[in-house]
């Protein structure tokens, strides 16, 4: 169970990184989370178990370009591994407009190698 203290250290993340990423293979109460800090704040909920979601992010940039400066949390990220590519343009774009910080919360559900890699090639 992810404790409360979990939650500032999320966000003092936030504060600090455009990117922040969440990976544990258990049910540990990401999602619970993100969607509290989600709620504090300009923010959009994207899961990619739905595959509305997925539609969405067919085409990142055509979506994220319209969601500049905001929080975009994306559940489920380890379904499209593929992202990581776009988040990192994503990142340098917001930065280049002045958006350094808490642009984007990650959550990923597998214990995976390659994911931890993608996660890291965004720091
Ligand atoms: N802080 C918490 N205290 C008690 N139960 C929680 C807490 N956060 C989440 N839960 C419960 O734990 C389960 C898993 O939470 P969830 O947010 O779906 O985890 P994850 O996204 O990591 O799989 C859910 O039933 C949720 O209601
Ligand atoms: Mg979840």
Known sequence: MIERRHRQSIEG??????????????????????????????AVYLDMERSADRRILEEPDLYLDEQMGRLV????????????KALRGQI????????????????????DTLLHQSAESLA
């Not at 504060?15 to 709620?39: F, S, W």
């Not at 994306?74 to 591994?81: A, S, W, Y």
């Open 13 to 42: 993340a936030l504060e600090r990184q455009a990117g922040v990423v969440l990976l544990d293979p258990r049910q540990a109460g990401k999602t619970t989370l993100a969607q509290e800090i989600a709620e504090t704040r300009d």
């Open 73 to 84: 949390v994306i559940d489920q990220v380890q379904l499209m591994p593929d992202l990581f």
């Open 92 to 111: 340098d774009r917001r930065r280049r407009k002045g958006f350094r910080n808490g642009q984007f919360l990650l959550l990923g559900s597998a214990a």
